[in-house]
């Protein structure tokens, strides 16, 4: 599955995209915590998740090919 | 048809927005009320100041703009537009347009207040901020 970042999730990564493995955002969430500790877990404690073109936060939604980290939305 | 989209502007873009050509798309003889909010970058946050700002915008930002725009078009019967800035801005620079006419005022300002929340909240824009003090970070974390 590719892994996209955006902002600060791309900060914390260090990367802009990756292939990892997880069956659901919540198994992506803590792998990307225990991959890039806190400074990931700050991004996604307000952040969440594109899947299928649409935003989630819910740790069970199937993940598919594609999944985009998002950092919390600060438009305006 | 009920399941037919509104017809709306939105546009994301990295150059300066034109206030005016938002205005003349929800524009119509029979509007007695524009109302239009512009976001504009300030020179402090949480205390304090700011010099500059950088946003960044997913791919997809523009779609989910539309939707903002569409919801509250389908929602009030109104036209509505907006638009959002992207890349590097400097105090006064506007980072956001979104405009609602309406036959009359009451309907426009709610409608707008509606538009601007609905953007803020469900749009993938990202901003860093950088301090006067040199420092920069992530708004929102």
């Known amino acids: 599955m590719l892994v996209r970042y955006f902002a600060a999730a791309a900060e914390a990564a260090g990367v802009e995209e990756e292939t990892l493995s997880a069956d659901t955002v919540g198994a992506l969430r803590t792998q990307l915590v225990e991959r890039y500790g806190d400074t990931m877990s700050r991004v996604l404690r307000a952040g969440s998740f594109l899947v299928d073109g649409v935003v989630s936060r819910d740790d069970a939604r199937a993940l598919g090919a594609r999944v985009d980290v998002l950092p919390p939305f600060a438009g305006g | ?141």
């Open chain 2, 1 to 141: 048809m009920s399941d037919q989209r509104p017809d709306v502007l939105a546009l994301i873009s990295d150059q300066p927005l034109d206030t005016a050509a938002i205005e003349r798309f929800v524009l119509a003889p029979d509007k007695g009320a524009l109302v239009t909010f512009r976001g504009i970058v300030r020179d402090h946050d949480h205390g304090l100041a700011v010099s500059a700002l950088d946003y960044q915008a997913h791919p997809d930002a523009q779609r989910f703009l539309e939707d903002c725009c569409a919801i509250v078009a389908a929602g009030s019967g109104l036209r509505v537009a907006a638009a959002h800035r992207v890349g590097s801005l400097v105090i006064g620079d506007v980072a956001l347009v979104a405009s609602v006419a309406a036959a009359h005022r009451g309907e426009a300002f709610a409608a707008c207040g509606q538009l601007v929340d609905l953007i803020k909240q469900s749009v993938p824009i990202w901003k860093r901020q950088h301090l006067a003090d040199g420092a920069s970070e992530w708004v929102g974390l």
